[in-house]
């Protein structure tokens, strides 16, 4: 596609719920990246994709948070029993190389937790 | 592993005028210095970037500095627009440990038409 796209750019959910954000990268792109942007913060890594390896997960803030991209394109990032502080925009980029060079973000999905 | 502060938070100017933002980091192997336009409800965007072999980059009103002496870099913008306003992010990454940018805290720019 010409860009990141991301789904749903919204979601509320209510403490303990499991959500489940897509992140569709531009085609062809070899590493995908989530992060999460707290309000008012820069993005905070969450974990890396190289094709369908995960490579680092060393981000995700505890066993709640999975990720996975089984294909090596469309990835999700999948939140377990949600508690209030998970609320936050996750956002996914994608780069064309292996690494973190030139990245292109998506939009972002804002996850508020009830 | 690496950090990266940004100074300042908010920042406003008149339109025409200059704005400069400052970023300091920690790691000295750090090689790849982005820096990211985020306008309300959307992505961070890529508008320049340096690299450690250079020490300074221009791209029309951009200009990025880089003193890998001192571990600080910095994103110049001349004759700001009001389109220029925006929450600007500065990043770091090495080629060794983590693969992933490490982000500054952001600074909101405010052009004052």
């Known amino acids: 596609g010409a860009g990141v796209s991301q789904s749903p750019r919204y979601k509320v959910a209510k403490r303990g719920q499991d959500v489940a954000l897509r992140c569709d990268p531009i085609?062809?792109?070899?590493?995908l990246f989530w992060y999460q942007q707290a309000l008012g913060q820069g993005p905070e890594f969450l974990t890396y994709f190289q094709n369908e390896a995960q490579l680092d997960k060393s981000g995700l803030p505890s066993d709640r948070f999975f990720a996975e991209r089984p294909e090596g394109s469309v990835s999700t990032l999948k939140i377990q029993r949600t508690q209030k502080e998970d609320s936050a925009v996750y956002l996914c980029?994608?780069?064309?190389?292996?690494?973190?060079?030139?990245?292109?973000f998506g939009a972002g999905s804002r996850l508020t937790v009830l | 592993g690496e950090n990266v502060e940004q100074h300042p938070s908010t920042l406003s100017v008149q339109e025409g005028d200059s704005a400069v933002i400052k970023c300091t980091y920690s790691?000295?192997?750090?090689?790849?210095f982005p820096w990211y336009k985020q306008e309300l409800g959307k992505g961070p965007q890529l508008i320049i970037d340096?690299?450690?072999?250079?020490g300074e980059k221009k791209d029309q009103r951009i200009a990025v500095t880089l003193n890998k002496t001192a571990k600080h870099f910095s994103l110049h913008i001349t004759e700001t627009q009001p389109e220029d306003s925006a929450v600007y992010f500065c990043?770091?990454?090495?080629?060794?440990?983590?693969?992933?940018?490490?982000f500054g805290s952001g600074t909101r720019l405010q052009v004052q038409p």
């Open positions: 980029a994608s780069s064309a190389l292996a690494g973190a060079n030139v990245l292109t």
């Open positions: 085609s062809g792109h070899v590493s």
């Open positions: 790691d000295s192997a750090s090689n790849y």
């Open positions: 340096i690299r450690s072999n250079v």
């Open positions: 990043a770091a990454k090495g080629d060794t440990g983590r693969r992933a940018l490490t």
